[in-house]
């Protein structure tokens, strides 16, 4: 590894949902995480002009160092349903730092690879403290009208982000939520007359 990809720690995450509301998930709904704590490539240096750099150089090895374990955690890229993805940069960094190695394809791009998935990951970018929880929205890889799949995993470590790190997330979901019964994006767009975009 370079000095700009320095990986502290690598946590990874499992949930087995077997009750929702009362009633039993059946089948159950099982939602996995894998997060690398990684100093902050520019902590130190002031306001930064040029990010690129430093991307292409960590984005695409964080991605490799990630996505194995997650696609592992699942059971394989075919059982993923949904996913997301999440940065958390420490109190000494700027948000921007975070966003800038979750968005970019040479990022996103080894996720949805691995999982055949199509649609843009959603996201959360925010700045916080060890303990923060650090919020993974998700949604379903390949169509994210269907509300079934928008999901949420949450992490927290205790202690991570220090002031001068990043941890960087990513969330998958092998199914979608137990008892889903709200419909779809496209029922209500029938129904209020709205003709759906072009390969929906």
Known sequence: MSDALLIRKVISQSEEILIEGGKAADPPLYMHAVAAVIANPWAGQGFVDDLRPVILDVAPRLGEVIVPRLVALAGGGEEVEAYGKASMVGLNGEVEHGSAIIHTLR??????????????????????????????????????????????????????????????????????????????????????????????
């Open 107 to 200: 990022f996103g791009n080894v996720f949805r690879d691995a999982v055949g998935g199509t649609s843009y990951l959603s996201f959360t970018n925010t700045r916080g403290g060890p303990a923060a929880t650090v919020s993974i929205p998700m949604m379903h890889k390949s169509d994210p009208g269907f509300r079934s799949h928008y999901l949420t995993a949450e992490m927290t470590i205790n202690d991570a982000p220090g002031p001068d790190e990043i941890v960087i997330a990513l969330g998958v979901s092998v199914g979608g939520r137990p008892h889903h019964r709200i419909g779809n994006r496209y029922t209500d767009m029938e129904e209020m007359g709205i003709t759906p975009p072009q390969g929906s």
